[in-house]
């Protein structure tokens, strides 16, 4: 932020109070009676604080001065030295403010208890101002506790709680937060002045936004925008809304904060209050920094450097180039960074001199100070001798004498003093000057090593930026290489398997025609001669001759055992060596070792599967053959898990995989799913499917088994049977 509010209305505050002097002061004629004397007195104050107040500051300063030197009264005495130690105050000269203020206390002698106690109260507020002005907080609060005291003792409300505010002020300073709260709060309590109540708003806004109590604080601050509104205090009122703004913008409430920014600047603008149009101005380019609109900052800054630079406005054009330098560089625009550090620098330098030349001449105004109060200590003394004159008439002569002798001493030790004090001061002001002129060599020097470190950074970060530069342009190449060769050898991978599965059907193939052929000469040559001799045979059957029937007989007993033979050959041979489940799991691991696909097998119970109807086992078995090829072929899963389990009547497959799953509501229907529908629909079994994208595949099939029973025989058994009888017959 540019700058906090409360701090400008500190100074505001400080002008009021002094405002407040000369009302008291007025208010004061009201007391007592008063001799022609005195009324003469208190024309001399009035005129004199009309003087200050109507901001004829110097010629009140030289008539202050001038009663000083005339007024044999010690209340006129103590007011106007009061008026000096404001006007010190208000130039930031703070030991020549608290020396009057002092003298005022001194010659505070008025018989009227209540009067007394006024001024005592006002020099104590205005010690309190200066020891906070210097940094010495613990003895303002001690000051203000005293005024405190005074104005209650007799009363005095507005002095009461003018106090109060000071202190709660020293307490801010302090950071005791809790107890200046507390005291602001007391003084929102007193409805006579406005300006207290103002003030206190606005400082509760500054301490609550301090300790990050934006709510709080936000309250306040509108408090008093209300209050400025009434009395139509249209500084107060930009100072307050600048202080809305800076609370808005660190909760990043930018909106809401460029609104107060820029009502604060129209006000500013209408009142001419200038400083403040400017810092209202700089707030809002910070809060479009935030933002990130570079350019609409610039526009504003740039505003704000115009008035800054029309009424010299030397902090807030350093701070607007810093601000400006910083965009510079958020932009990446470096030769216009390091323009505007130049100029930063070229204002640091300036105000650093006219800070010489302001220290110089507080040097001057203390050192004609001095010469003032030696003058009037001069004086006082020529007067007490004057006085004594006048009283030692029978003396006079030799008194006279002695105070010729005296007065040429004490005009000799004067002057004398005076060129001691005079070519102390010059000495001082050359040794000054040289020392400006030393650090005017240490700043040309510094600039030059600022600039030198500048260049020789540039030159390093060029051909750092270029190394970045390639090696980001290295690593995009590499990065497009990698996605490219990944892609190469998932698609190689899936060559390979797709390789592998076709010559896994082809074997398949191959081994199905040779089979094909096999049955096929089988059914040709052996079942289908014999066949055709039992035909002719029965066409010219002779019933009475027996033994043509027993030839019938014997031939259809062979055939039927050659189709026993030849059913028997069509079954795997490992079911007829081993246990299905063994041939089951030896099938699973060849699987499993071929594909590289872990499976997991879990049947049970196995004594009572393996027993199972042979033609249960041989369609269970190409159940979970049809399966695995539907895993290996589309699923690219790594892990299958299959469970078989026969209870109560029931055999049940579970099969499942980690693979990349499928849509059921959208996936059409293949040839092998056609066939374990139908496989499972010969068997009167279910079959419930269950998948998802990128989670894996799980088939539920059940297969009801029914007791065992006696196998029925076949016609040509029945045929035999009837020719075995008709034999007997």
Known sequence: MAIRSGRIYLLIFLFLSFNLLAQIENKKKSFVSKNSSEIEEDKIIKSLYALYNNGDEKKAYNKAHSILKSTHNNRTTACADLLL?????????????????????????????????????????????????????????????????????????NLYYTHLHGLALTYSELRDYKNAISLFKQCLEYKEDEEIILGSYINLGDIYSEIKDYENGNYFYKKGKTLCDKTNNDQAKTVILIGLGANYQIQKKNNEALKVYQEAVVI???????????????????????????????????????????????????????????IAILQEDYKSAYSFFEKAARIKDSIDKLQKIKEINELEIKYKTAQKQKEIEVLKFENEAKKLTLENQQEAIKNMLLQEEISNKNNENTILSFQNSSNKKRNEISLLKKDQQLKALEINQQKKTKLFTIIAFLILLLPIIGLLFQYYKRFKVQHLLNIKQAEISSQKIDGILKDQELELIKASISGQDKERQRISQELHDS??????????QVNHLDVSNFSNVQKISLQLDETYQQVRSLSHTLLPKKFSQNKFLEVLESYLKNISDASQI?????????????????????ETFKIIQELLTNTIKHAKASEVEIQLNYIENILNLLFEDNGVGFDTDKSSKGIGFINLETRIDKLKGSFVIDSKLKRGTIANIEIPVLEKKSKNKIKGIDFKNQLDELKSN
């Open 268 to 326: 500013a603008d209408k009142n001419e209050l200038n400083q403040l149009a400017v810092v209202a101005r700089s707030n809002i380019g910070d809060t479009y920094i935030a933002l990130k609109k570079y350019n609409d900052a610039k526009v504003i800054f740039s505003e704000a450097l115009q008035k800054s630079i029309h009424f010299g406005l030397l902090q807030n054009q350093n701070y607007i180039y810093d601000e400006l330098r910083k």
């Open 527 to 536: 079942i289908g001669g014999n066949l055709a001799a039992i035909k002719l």
């Open 598 to 618: 872990k499976i997991s097998f879990i049947p049970y119970p196995k004594k009572e599967i393996n027993e199972l109807n042979e033609d249960i086992q041989i």
């Open 85 to 157: 130690g404001y006007y010190f105050n208000k130039r930031a000269i703070i030991d020549s403010s608290i020396y009057y203020t002092n003298q005022a206390l001194k010659f505070n002698t008025v018989v009227n208890d209540s009067l007394k106690n006024r001024l005592f109260s006002l020099g104590y507020n205005l010690l309190a101002i200066n020891y906070k002005t210097r940094g010495l907080l613990n003895e303002s609060k001690k000051w203000h506790l005293k005024g405190i005291e005074a104005s209650q003792k007799y009363n005095e409300k």
